[in-house]
T-cell receptor, first 112, second 114 residues
């Protein structure tokens, strides 16, 4: 079946450094790739997304890149701050279905 | 708007008991879904609905039932609770406008089955 692999499972960076989280998807028909941030005890919240007709999207300190040929996409956070500490999930979806397939999450720790 | 709401926030059940997790949204979203979140396994889709009267199975549907009689409500029923159903359950709703889609999650229900 379809799956999304996410790496790394944990990531520690110094405040001000950059963080990169990578996901690989299996369903070549996937064309929508959202990223969610989940703080401890809270609900997942959408932080950025990208569609298959775009290679890169940026929103202030966060950006997402997509390589359709290789079937992988990445989240980039620059100038990390302590409040960026959370679990980040990637997901993939085929517009012909309603099913979102999630990665297993990355726990990001930003060290002050 | 309250967004997506879920009740209860926390529940303890004994093996074999049944219960219903409630989910409601006031955004008139067509699509609603239930996920369970377990450590190290991300979010897994249990059931989803693309509109009132229409439901379908996700990745892990066994042991759960759903129905969608209105646009607003999408309850999840545990027929006979098992310890393996101990998890955090999230309801979500989404809409599509001009090909753009956004999914919103509820606050979650933490379920412990003894």
């Amino acid at each position: 079946g379809e799956n999304v692999e996410q790496h790394p499972s944990t990531l520690s960076v110094q405040e001000g450094d950059s963080a990169v989280i990578k996901c690989t998807y299996s369903d070549s028909a996937s064309n929508y790739f959202p990223w969610y941030k989940q703080e401890l005890g809270k609900r997942p919240q959408l932080i950025i997304d990208i569609r298959s007709n775009v290679g890169e999207k940026k929103d202030q300190r966060i950006a997402v890149t997509l390589n359709k040929t290789a079937k992988h996409f990445s989240l980039h956070i620059t100038e990390t701050q302590p409040e960026d500490s959370a679990v980040y999930f990637c997901a993939a979806k085929n517009s012909g279905t309603y099913k979102y397939i999630f990665g297993t999450g990355t726990r990001l720790k930003v060290l002050a | 708007n309250a967004g997506v709401t879920q009740t209860p926030k926390f529940q303890v059940l004994k093996t074999g008991q049944s219960m219903t997790l409630q989910c409601a949204q006031d955004m008139n979203h067509e699509y609603m879904s239930w996920y369970r979140q377990d450590p190290g396994m991300g979010l897994r889709l249990i059931h989803y609905s693309v509109g009132a009267g229409i439901t379908d199975q996700g990745e892990v549907p066994n042991g759960y039932n759903v129905s969608r009689s209105t646009t607003e409500d999408f309850p999840l029923r545990l027929l006979s609770a098992a310890p393996s159903q101990t998890s955090v359950y999230f309801c979500a709703s989404s809409f599509r406008v001009g090909g753009q889609e956004t999914q919103y999650f509820g606050p979650g229900t933490r379920l412990l089955v003894l």
